[in-house]
């Protein structure tokens, strides 16, 4: 959506380390989510801030800035399977998720 | 993972036809969601249900029309669609607004 931006592409290496950001409107924020998408399948849920700082989960950690208005996706140890749209998305005060355009990431071997 | 299961997985009508998209959640929820995902686009979320009652509408032309029988069940009801309405429709559904939303496989419709 207009309020969320993140790159549109970003390609690494197997077995690298990859920071995906996002940025977002702080007004009335209440959440940050991140959604793997693989291409023709559902996205499915991988992480969800609300308060300031590192959440990890495994290869995949993700941070969030509320004065920033900042959050990123690290993905460590990267893997073929890796290869994916990465979604950004903030829930709001109007009670429902806005989703950034995603980014497609490309694992190369 | 099939706790939101959605049927059919493809269609393709034709702009007079009239069909129904279904949504189904196992998991207990109590909010469900429709989106259309287009090409190179974000997801647009068109219709929140909460407790069966809808709580959202972001401004969707009246040819898609939504329905709620119960917590567990949402329909997309499509007539006289246009080409430009071509995208995949995703159905979610989470625990209460603005908790983790969990999707469905998704419906590829085309539209000639």
């Known amino acids: 959506g207009q309020n969320i931006d993140q790159p549109t592409e970003m390609t690494a290496t197997e077995g690298a380390i990859v920071q995906i950001n996002c940025t977002y409107q702080t007004s009335g924020f209440n959440g940050l989510f991140w959604y793997q998408q693989h291409a023709g399948e559902a996205p499915t849920f991988l992480s969800y801030?609300?308060?300031?700082g590192l959440e990890e989960k495994g290869r995949f950690s993700s941070f969030l800035s509320r004065s920033k208005g900042y959050s990123y996706l690290l993905l460590k140890e990267l893997q073929m399977k890796d290869s994916a749209s990465y979604l950004c998305a903030e829930s709001g005060s109007a009670r429902q998720l806005t989703f950034g355009s995603g980014t497609q990431l490309t694992v190369l071997p | 993972e099939t706790g939101v299961t959605q049927t059919p997985r493809h269609l393709v009508m034709g702009m007079t036809n009239k069909k129904s998209l279904k949504c189904e959640q196992h998991l207990g929820h109590n909010a469900m969601y429709w989106y259309k995902q287009s090409a190179k686009k974000p997801l647009e979320l068109m219709f929140v249900y909460s407790l069966e009652e809808r709580v959202e509408n972001n401004s969707v032309p009246s040819r898609f029309s939504p329905e709620c029988p119960n917590s567990s069940h949402l329909f997309l009801h499509l007539h006289t669609l246009q080409p430009e309405d071509s995208a995949l429709y995703l159905c979610?559904?989470?625990?209460?607004?603005?908790?983790?939303?969990?999707f469905g496989p998704g419906t590829r419709l085309l539209v000639l």
């Open positions: 979610a559904s989470s625990r209460n607004p603005q908790e983790t939303q969990y």
């Open positions: 801030n609300v308060l300031d």
